[in-house]
């Protein structure tokens, strides 16, 4: 490299740097780029955007940082060009309490019952391709029972000083306890995403297969009449108003106190200083997505802990597989109560598009989406040979979704000194208030109904 460029280099990176200038100071941004709120939303998924129409409706002012192109989060709907029928490729259902309903309406989209697709399910062994006799499914009712006897779990961690011991059992050693491995298999198929069910700790599966997902497959679960989840995205979007909602945009700097925040977020149209009495993160609170805006010691530790699991959602044509079925992974052996070893599809299912397939993949460990692909498209071939398909041209991703980091659990350990009750201590702190499926479940009408009861809190405060 030349004098010369080593040079022009290094002025680069002085600008760039700008030693000296502050970035949190309003003076380094034009007016259009300083927008002032009362509250930042940091991710637009299901809880993010929510909690921003929400806000707003209790006249406050909101803005939502949202680092993918659009409104979502693990929404995704494809819409079949040839027959125009959505296919939902993440989130299914939503459980009917008035705190979803009062959403809906305030978005004008039209509830109506959840729409089941009507497949035969059968079960195969992914490894081999060979058919295996269906699992035991006994229903949710002895689980469910086991369940009811910690309600605080339905909305909250507000969990008991010691924390009850069975809630701390591997899964596997509280299926054995009480003589509930019939519905192992059962659980696992629901309780999709949650990689290594056995291994995991029971309280972790309750808050995943809890009171609302049995309820709503009783019959209280809806859905836009449109049969489109993401309906309600644009909607809010547009509800939200310009400058409502930055979009393919990230936080990059953060200074947070008791009286505000200052925020710099970098958007496609250049950098932007959010000014906002209050931030509100509803992103997964892992220590990269958290680091922009300045732990705490307390947050850093508490962020540091979580593992999670890999897990994605394809849709397939050209898969040669007989039309009208769910082809569910099982093991023939009830040393693992039918449940096949992950990472693995949990099942390929027909949509109800004719030729159009999901697949539902989860792994314990990261992996890449070639990876995923790759084993998908193998699964795909040893079921077509033990189902007599002649098809043996390659499967097609025609999408391809990562809803990882899914499922955010700490240890027994962690738990037991506390972990949930520190987490709830952040709540407030340097004017930051959290939610999202970490700070409660994996269900989208109790994320929001949590949210809900943060917002008296939030306005209650003083400097
Ligand atoms: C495949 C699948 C199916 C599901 N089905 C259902 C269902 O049928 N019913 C149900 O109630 N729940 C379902 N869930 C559970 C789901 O987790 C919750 O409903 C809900 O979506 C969680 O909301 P959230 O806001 O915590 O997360 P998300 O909806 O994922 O929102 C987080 C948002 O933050 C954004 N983001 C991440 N990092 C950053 C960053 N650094 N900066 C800015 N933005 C960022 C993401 O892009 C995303 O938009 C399902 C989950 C999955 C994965
Ligand atoms: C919302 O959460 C509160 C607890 O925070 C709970 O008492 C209430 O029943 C929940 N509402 C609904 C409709 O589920
Ligand atoms: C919903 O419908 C009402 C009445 O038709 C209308 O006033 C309102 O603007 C609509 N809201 C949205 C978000 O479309
Ligand atoms: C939701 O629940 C309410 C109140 O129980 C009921 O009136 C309504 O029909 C339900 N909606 C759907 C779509 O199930
Ligand atoms: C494949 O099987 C289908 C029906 O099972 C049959 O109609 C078709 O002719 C077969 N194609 C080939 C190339 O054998």
Redesign the pocket.
């Known amino acids: 490299m030349s004098v010369f460029t080593t040079l022009c280099f290094g002025l680069l990176a002085l600008a760039a740097a700008a030693p000296g200038e502050d970035q949190f100071d309003d003076k380094q941004y034009a007016s259009k780029n300083i927008i002032t709120r009362d509250v930042a939303v940091?991710?637009?998924?299901?809880?993010?955007?929510?909690a921003a129409i929400s806000l707003q409706a209790l006249g406050k002012s909101v803005v939502v940082?949202?680092?993918?192109a659009v409104?979502?989060?693990?929404?995704s709907t494809y819409v079949d060009p040839g027959t125009g029928v959505p296919i939902?490729?993440?989130?299914?259902?939503?459980?009917n309490i008035s705190v979803a309903a009062e959403y809906f309406a305030r978005l004008n989209v039209s509830m109506g019952p959840f729409q089941f697709n009507p497949v035969t399910q059968v079960h195969a062994n992914f490894k081999t391709g060979q058919s295996v006799p269906a699992p035991p499914s006994p229903g949710f009712a002895g689980y469910a029972a086991q369940a009811a006897k910690y309600p605080y779990l339905k909305y909250s961690w507000n969990l008991p000083n010691p924390v009850p011991s069975d809630l701390l059992l591997t899964f596997r050693d509280f299926l054995n306890k009480y003589n509930l491995q019939d519905v192992a298999y059962s659980v696992f198929l629901a309780g999709?995403?949650f990689a290594n069910i056995l291994d995991q700790l029971t309280i972790h599966v309750f808050k995943l297969i809890d009171f609302?997902y049995i309820r709503?497959i009783s019959g209280e679960?809806f859905q836009p009449v449109s049969g489109d989840?993401g309906e309600i995205y644009p909607k809010a979007l547009s509800l939200l108003g310009p400058n409502g909602a930055f979009l393919s945009?990230?936080?990059v700097a953060a200074r947070r106190s008791p009286s505000g925040v200052r925020l710099v977020v970098q958007t496609p149209s250049g950098k932007k200083l959010i000014k906002a009495s209050k931030l509100l993160i509803?992103?997964?609170p892992l220590l990269?997505?958290i680091n922009?805006f300045d732990p705490t010691p307390s947050e850093r530790s508490l962020f540091s802990q979580w593992s999670y699991t890999n897990?994605f959602?394809m849709l397939l044509t050209n898969t040669g597989l007989p039309s009208g079925f769910q082809i569910a992974n099982a093991v023939a052996s009830d040393t693992t109560f039918r449940i096949p070893s992950l990472p693995a599809p949990y099942h390929i299912t027909e949509t109800r598009v004719k030729g159009l397939w999901y697949a539902?993949y989860a792994s314990p460990t990261d992996t890449t989406e070639a990876a995923v692909k790759a084993d998908v498209s193998a699964v795909v071939n040893r079921l077509r040979g033990a189902m007599g398909s002649n098809v043996t041209t390659p499967v097609n991703f025609l999408r391809f979704?990562s809803?990882t980091p899914?499922k955010l659990v700490v240890g027994k350990q962690a738990i037991q000194q506390g972990f949930y009750r520190k987490l709830g201590e952040l709540q407030g702190q340097q004017s930051t208030w959290y939610?999202?499926?970490?700070f409660i479940s994996?269900?989208?009408?109790?994320?929001w109904n949590f949210t809900t009861t943060l917002f008296p809190k939030m306005f209650a405060s003083r400097v």
């Open positions: 940091i991710g637009g998924g299901s809880s993010g955007t929510h940082v949202e680092k993918e409104l979502g989060g693990h929404t939902n490729y993440g989130v299914q259902a939503y459980f999709g995403g609302s709503s679960a989840n945009s990230t936080v509803t992103i997964p990269p997505n922009p897990y959602i539902w979704k809803h899914f939610t999202g499926a970490a994996h269900d989208a009408s109790l994320i």
